[in-house]
T-cell receptor
Framework: RKEVEQDPGPFNVPEGATVAFNCTYS??????FFWYRQDCRKEPKLLMS???SGNEDGRFTAQLNRASQYISLLIRDSKLSDSATYLC???????????FGTGTRLQVFP | DAMVIQNPRYQVTQFGKPVTLSCSQT?????MYWYQQKSSQAPKLLFH???????NEADTPDNFQSRRPNTSFCFLDIRSPGLGDAAMYLC?????????????FGAGTRLSVL
């Protein structure tokens, strides 16, 4: 089983749609969780951290379910500029290392 | 202004010809990382430094070496590049003091091997 698993997509959605991505992780001791965004042939950039209480940043909402070892990202009112790959990222317990999922590709069309 | 800077952005080398990629940071972070990323794959950690302490991943080939002469700079040396080493190489930094470990990436160096 992969340490971080994501549906690779692609998710093709029209502008204005709401889309949700899911991610599962295998190590219950993981402490930090993130969503990174990566545009084609560019570096990953932090989109948001994910907290147990859930957190929201504008059109983006992230949720963490520790019991199920499950992380989600919800994007409301999708924009063309949201087209990218979204990487689910989890820390390696008691280290400075992160494990990246292979990413979920989102394509927003007009 | 870019805080993690990688040079060059594109590097072409010949099969077997040593190549060095460089990374510098203005964040004064303790930890610097090197990742290899191939198309449609997750970034794969090669090694990282916590200050001067080097941490190699178990599956990183011996062909890959790294140097960190000071806090700001870190280098990736590929001693004898093979065709399979063509990839994007990403440098990242983090504070590494525990708690939330956000990593900040440079723009990457895309390596081609002829």
């Amino acid at each position: 089983r992969k340490e971080v698993e994501q549906d690779p997509g692609p998710f093709n959605v029209p502008e204005g749609a709401t889309v949700a991505f899911n991610c599962t992780y295998s190590n219950s001791a993981s402490q930090s969780f993130f969503w990174y965004r990566q545009d084609c042939r560019k570096e990953p950039k932090l989109l948001m951290s994910v907290y147990s209480s859930g957190n929201e940043d504008g059109r983006f909402t992230a949720q963490l379910n520790r019991a199920s070892q499950y992380i989600s990202l919800l994007i409301r009112d999708s924009k063309l500029s949201d087209s990218a790959t979204y990487l689910c990222v989890v820390n390696v317990y008691n280290t400075d290392k992160l494990i990246f999922g292979t990413g979920t590709r989102l394509q927003v069309f007009p | 202004d870019a805080m993690v800077i990688q040079n060059p952005r594109y590097q072409v080398t010949q099969f077997g010809k040593p190549v060095t990629l460089s990374c510098s940071q203005t964040l004064n972070h303790n930890v610097m990382y090197w990742y290899q990323q191939k198309s449609s794959q997750a970034p794969k950690l090669l090694f990282h430094y916590y200050d001067k302490d080097f941490n190699n991943e178990a599956d990183t080939p011996d062909n890959f070496q790294s140097r960190r002469p000071n806090t700001s700079f870190c280098f990736l040396d590929i001693r004898s590049p093979g065709l399979g080493d063509a990839a994007m190489y990403l440098c990242a930094t983090s504070r590494g003091t525990g708690g939330e470990n956000i990593q900040y990436f440079g723009a990457g160096t895309r390596l081609s091997v002829l």
